[in-house]
Every structure is written in C-alpha cells, then in structure tokens.
C-alpha cells in the first residue's frame, strides 16, 4: 500500500471504530464519558494545529471555547434564536475575535506568546464571571435548549454521542488533510525555523494568524456543542486551568498529530474518573505528566505506540 | 480623600510585593532566557509554609520566616536540578510546558499537604494601627514597604559590587563568553534559581497578613508580578519597581472607583498592551533579536 492509501485506510478504520462503538456499549454513563471526549478532541485538534504544526503556544483557548458556549447558550435560552444558526454565528465571531486579537499577539515569541495568551485567556474569564446579567455569573446560565434536527432532538447520550462524534470526525479529517497541504508543510517550517521559513517566501506572521483564527473557530464550535449537550455552562469550565489541561492533552497525546489529539483527550477524560477514588489527585498527577512526557517522549504517547508499531513491523518482516 | 488615601496605601504595598515578585521572573529570565511560570509558586510556599510552623508548630516568628525561606530556596534548587538542566538548550516551547508543569506540581503537593483551606496568617507587629501624621497605617504595611526596599538595595549591591553578582551578571549578557573567563554557568543558573525562590517565598511570607494564603494563590500573583516585569522591562531592575508600584496604584483606583470585580483584569489589559506596543517595558532597553 502506498502511505497515502494506507492513512486513508487507518482513517477509516478509526471512524467506524468510533461510528460502532455505542451499538457495542449500552451503558449510558460510559457514552457520556465518550461524548466529552468527542468534545475535548476537538479542542485539542483544534489547539495543536497551533501548538503542534505552527509551534505557537496558546494558554488562552479556553477562551474561545468559553465564547461559543456563552454565546449559544445565552441567544438561544435568552432570546430564542435558532440554535443552528448561533453555532455558526459563535464560531464565526470567535474566529473574529482571533483575527483580530492575532495579529498583534502572534507577533510576539515563546515566553511572551504564552503570557499574553493567558492574559488574553483570564481577561474572557473575569467577563464570564462579571456579565452576571449575560452569563449568569459564577451560578451559571441554565435551560440552554438542546439541539434538534426535524424530529430527532439530542437529549440522551447516544442521540449526542453521534452529533458529537460526526462533528469531531469531520473536524480531524479536516485538519489532517490541512497539515498534509501547502498551508501544513509552511507551518511545519515556521515551527523548525521561522526565519528559514521567512527567506523562503513563507508570511509567517499572517500563516500563524490563520491558523489561530481557524484554531479559534473549531473552538466554539466545540463550546457551542458543550452547551447545548451539558444544557448548564458556568465560568469554572472556561478558566486558566482548562486552558491548561488543553495543552496537556495535546502534550501528552503528541505535538502535531491529529490521532495524538484524540489519545491525549481520551486519556485526560478518563483519567479523573479514575481518580475519583484519590480525590483531589488529578492535579499533581497532570503535573507530573506534563513534566514526564515533556522531558523523555518529546513526541507523546502516540510516538511510543508509532515505534513499538515499527518494532512489531520490523520482527514480523524478518521472519 | 480618606478612601483615596487607602486605596494609594493598599496599591503601594501591593505593588511592591508584585515588584519583589516581578524581580524573581528577571533574575531566572536574565540568568537563562527562561520565564518561570512556577514563579508564583514559590510566593505561595512562602505564605503557607511560613503559617504551617507559626500556627501549627507554634514556632516564633523570625525562625518560621527564616525555615519557610530556606524550604521554598531548597525547592527551587531541586527543581532547576532535576526539570531545568537536564533540558537546557531546549526550544521554549518545552521549557513553557515544563515550568508549567512544574507549577502544578507543586500546587498540587501544596494542596494535598495543606487542604484547601483559606487561611490569614498573624500580622507580624500586631493590628493596632499607626497614626503618621494624621493619616492612619498599619504594621504590616511597613513591613512590606522595609522589606521591599532592603531587598532593593541588597540585591543591587550584590548584583554590582559582589564577584559572584557581577558573575551572574556576565552570564546574562553572554554565557559562552563568561563560562570561556571561567564562570561555571550552571552554578550561576542555579543560584539564580535559589535566589530568585527566596525572593519569591519573602514576598509571600509578607503579603499573607494582608491578603490571607491557600494553597492557589501562587497563580494570580505569579502573574502580576510578571506584569510588574513586563510594564518595567526585563532589563532594568529599578523598572520592576517602577512597574510594580503603577500596577498596583492602578489596581487599587480601578477597584476603587470603576469597580471590584474588573481589578484583576486591570492588570491583564495593561500587559497586553505592553506587550503589544512597547515589548521591551516602559523603562527597558530595546533588545536586537539574534537569529
């Protein structure tokens, strides 16, 4: 097979894995556990085009989630709108905000970059909290309608489950097909070396705004199917520590891959319900993790399974 | 005018707490080009540790203060030695995610040891207010503002006149060239990891009185002191001061009169603009970018 025909196959084999899982699966609390990991692939696909391939940092994209989530939830159980329409409304008005926000930010570099995403991050935090007319305030807004399509309406988990998942699924094949592009092989060389890829002819500064700005849309659009999932959002969900935990699951999974995003995501989802029985350990434990997996698998836990594959490939090819 | 007074007061002694903060991200950045994002951190180890031996064990002031110092110093030590050094030469983006992690690490030992309980510690000097020509202050606020000023001085003096300071120094500007007149680097890197955590906890032991402690205060005072660094630049040592004074004046007016809840992001609007306007800091040289 050649590599082309050989991702479109793994690919496939991945969403109908996926597509087949809840006939599999009965129980409703684990489809449940599996609809917020759909949710957190999409966040983290979205964070590590960014992180990942341009190598830009982002300790804010909390922030984008938090704007499509507040503002589908507060047009449609506020004032009514079509839930549909507010989606793509939040998304596009998120991918505004990056734009905008972005030009000016993504001049600055590393350390720098870092900080003022995260201030970028608390300032949308404190307004969640302080627009207590809007959002409900640290309480919360409550009664965000879920959504429907003629007559299906997505209220139970297995209805969610395949809204959540399609939408990922279209997500991660989207920005696969991104990073194999022109756009991809310009951010890569961004990531190695941004002035070689300057001398190259690349527009690094308006290459990184893009691809935040798109990073910013798949956001909210995440956000938006948060809220209408959850029907109750409030601020704690959209804070620094979720920012955070985004660059975690990217880091833990692997910088720049798409089905690392999705192992990260897994893995953090599923991680605190674990945990629940060591209450109040998750959090030293994503430091340790965060520290570990920086430190000796640069490239994530998707590189260990990639190299154990090669070992498997190259024993099963001697014999 | 008296609420004025007040509000003049509360943001001087916080401005320096969020410059004395602010000096420890210079020293670590000027040292190794790193932003320690646990920097915050070592603020918090200081408040706690400092109320876990005068409340809990009943110490007496001075040796707590002391203890808490000395602990907080040996933490930054081990977590230059075993997260910082063995990665050095590493894109920033790896040194971000590492000294974040480090920081819930920490945060999260904090908590597990300690609870989540809010908690004040002990004015140093008791709560009776002083009468300074007819205007009222309390104890723990010249606490603050002694402290802050003895640090100054003692750390340009140890930064100017001190072979190991002017060591350090050499190692900012250019460390190859330093470790070629016979600088061990590495050491310099780790002194300026302990200093810069003494500093940290210091200001951590002297703000608790005034603002109570728990275990997730590191992270907002972390940042604002980074923000004091970034409105002074980087460079200039006077400027953190500088910087962290106007944070905490504007701060203080902004709760004041515009409103309580916007204060924190007072601070993050300032920094953004900074950043974006004038990177290298209100009172910074600007810097040529090496390729």
């Known amino acids: ?85 507010v989606i793509i409304l939040a998304a596009v008005s998120a991918a505004a905000i990056a734009f905008i926000i972005g030009f000016p930010i993504l001049k600055l570099k590393g350390h720098y970059l870092a900080m003022a995403t995260l201030g970028f991050g608390i300032i949308f935090y404190i307004i969640f909290n302080e627009t207590v007319g809007w959002t409900g305030g640290p309480s919360g807004l409550s009664g965000i309608p879920n959504l429907q399509i003629g007559g299906i309406i997505f209220d139970n988990d297995m209805c969610n489950y395949y809204l959540v998942w399609i939408i990922t699924i279209a997500v991660m094949l989207l920005s696969i097909n991104l990073s194999q592009s022109r756009i991809g092989r310009a951010l890569r060389a961004v990531h190695d070396s941004e002035v070689a890829a300057r001398v190259m002819g690349i527009n690094a500064w308006v290459l990184k705004v893009q691809i935040f700005t798109i990073s910013a849309f798949i956001s909210a659009i995440a956000g938006s199917l948060y809220a209408h999932t959850m029907t109750f959002i409030s601020p704690a969900s959209f804070g ?80 | 005018m008296d609420n004025l007074y007040q509000y003049l007061l509360s943001g001087l002694s916080n401005g320096a707490i969020y410059a004395l903060i602010g000096f420890g991200f210079a020293i670590i950045h000027n040292a190794t080009g790193i932003i320690n994002f646990a920097q915050g951190e070592f603020v918090m180890l200081g408040g706690m540790l400092a109320l876990f031996f005068l409340v809990f064990c009943g110490f007496p002031l001075s040796p707590s203060i002391i203890l808490s110092i000395l602990i907080a110093t040996v933490v930054g030590i081990i977590f230059e030695r075993l997260a910082i050094r063995p990665l050095k030469n590493a894109k920033p983006i790896r040194l971000i995610i590492i000294t974040i992690g480090a920081s819930i690490f920490i945060r999260g030992a904090a ?181």
């Open chain 2, 111 to 291: 908590m597990l040891i300690w609870g989540k309980d809010t908690h004040a510690l002990p004015a140093f000097s008791g709560n009776d207010p002083l009468y300074i020509a007819g205007a009222t202050i309390m104890p723990q606020h010249l606490w603050i503002f002694a402290v802050t000023i003895l640090v100054i001085f003692s750390s340009r003096l140890f930064f100017n006149h001190t072979i190991i300071g002017k060591a350090m120094r050499a190692c900012a500007y250019n460390a190859q060239a330093a470790s070629l007149v016979g600088i061990d680097v590495r050491i310099m890197v780790m002194l300026s990891f302990s200093i810069s955590a003494a500093i940290g906890s210091l200001a951590g032991i002297i703000i608790a009185p005034l603002t109570m402690t728990s275990y997730d205060v590191g992270i907002m005072l972390g940042l604002k002191g980074f923000c004091a660094v970034i409105i002074g630049g980087m460079s200039s040592g006077l400027g953190t001061v500088m910087g962290g004074l106007l944070l905490g004046l504007l701060e203080a007016l902004g709760a004041g009169f515009i409103s309580a809840g916007y204060k924190d992001a007072i601070a993050f609007i300032i920094l953004l603009l900074i950043l974006f306007f004038r990177p290298e800091g209100l009172f910074g040289k600007k810097e040529t970018e090496r390729v």
């Open chain 1, 240 to 319: 620094f520590n979720f920012s955070v935990e985004l660059v975690t699951m990217v880091v833990v999974g692997g910088l720049g891959s798409i089905y690392g995003s999705f192992l990260g995501a897994a893995i953090l989802t599923v991680l605190p319900e674990f945990l629940r029985v060591f209450e109040d350990f998750d959090i030293i434990i994503y430091g340790l993790m965060l520290i570990l997996i920086t430190m000796f698998m640069p490239g994530g836990l998707i590189s260990g399974f990639q190299l154990l594959a090669q070992k498997v490939n190259l024993k099963t090819k001697g014999k």
């Open chain 1, 1 to 85: 097979m050649t590599k082309e025909k050989r991702q479109i196959f793994v690919f496939l084999i991945f969403a109908l894995a996926l597509l087949t899982i809840p006939f599999l699966l009965r129980e409703s609390y684990l489809l449940n556990v599996l609809v917020f990991i759909g949710i957190h692939t999409m966040l983290a696909v979205a964070l590590n085009l960014l992180l990942g391939y341009a190598g830009q940092i982002s300790l804010g994209h909390a922030a984008f989630f938090g704007i499509g989530a507040y503002m589908s939830g507060i047009l449609t159980a506020r004032f009514a709108l079509d839930p549909w329409l």
